[in-house]
Antibody, heavy 120, light 111 residues
């Protein structure tokens, strides 16, 4: 069974940097788009961006372009989401999710989520 | 890029059928057959229920079905069960630079 395992919850201060991870198991990680979705407390889902691990082709939502960096290391089947300077408004649950077809538009498999709390 | 429009809530009794709508534009829902639907129970990760407007992934109950007409997509759940109570989100490919956008979500209550 395909599995995405995300790194643990983080508590950070404003201005700090952070990199969270998502490791894929039991599928060809390099061959399918993998993306990140934000869910702020009590709110809906927001598509942040996606990456194709095979060639690192990366696309961002305009809302998140320049605010975060998405990367992947196909040699260890791991995708990353990173911030260089966190804000309190980055407090949210972050899910990684992967496609399982050639298309990048549907996320077939999801990680359990990483809760990021930014507070002074 | 504006989110797709969903009703905030819908409700139904066990055994009934309900439909959740998702309205977009010709740049997203109306222009492409890349509509997906996700189910999210409280405190859990979303789960893909429908992709590409009508495709049901393996393991998803055939009580769930998707359709599309013009700029509006719909998710229909037949034979409503208590376990269907959850939040439901639609998403679509968009020709804007975003690539994919989500709807605001619909809370389904099983009475």
């Amino acid at each position: 069974e395909v599995q995405l395992v995300q790194s643990g919850a983080e508590v950070k201060k404003p201005g700090e940097s952070l990199k969270i991870s998502c490791k894929g198991f039991r599928y060809s990680f390099a061959s399918y788009w993998i993306g990140w979705v934000r869910q702020m407390p009590g709110k809906g889902l927001e598509w942040m961006g996606i990456i194709y691990p095979g060639d690192s082709d990366t696309r961002y939502s305009p809302s998140f372009q320049g605010q975060v960096t998405i990367s992947a290391d196909k040699s260890i089947s791991t995708a990353y989401l990173q911030w260089s300077s966190l804000k309190a408004s980055d407090t949210a649950m972050y899910y990684c999710a992967s496609a399982y077809t050639d298309s990048s538009t549907a996320f077939h498999f999801w990680g359990h989520g990483t809760m990021v709390t930014v507070s002074s | 890029q504006s989110a797709l429009t969903q009703p905030a809530s819908v409700s139904g009794s066990p055994g009934q059928s309900i439909t959740i709508s998702c309205t977009g534009t010709s740049s997203d829902i109306g222009g492409y057959n890349y509509v997906s639907w996700y189910q999210q129970h409280p405190g859990k990760a979303p789960k893909l229920m429908i992709s590409d407007v009508t495709n049901r992934p393996s393991g998803v109950s055939n009580r769930f079905s998707g359709s599309k007409s013009d700029n509006t997509a719909s998710l229909t759940i037949s034979g409503l069960q208590a376990e269907d109570e959850a939040d439901y989100y639609c998403s679509s490919y968009t020709s804007s630079s975003t690539e994919v956008i989500f709807g605001g979500g619909t809370k389904l209550t099983v009475l």
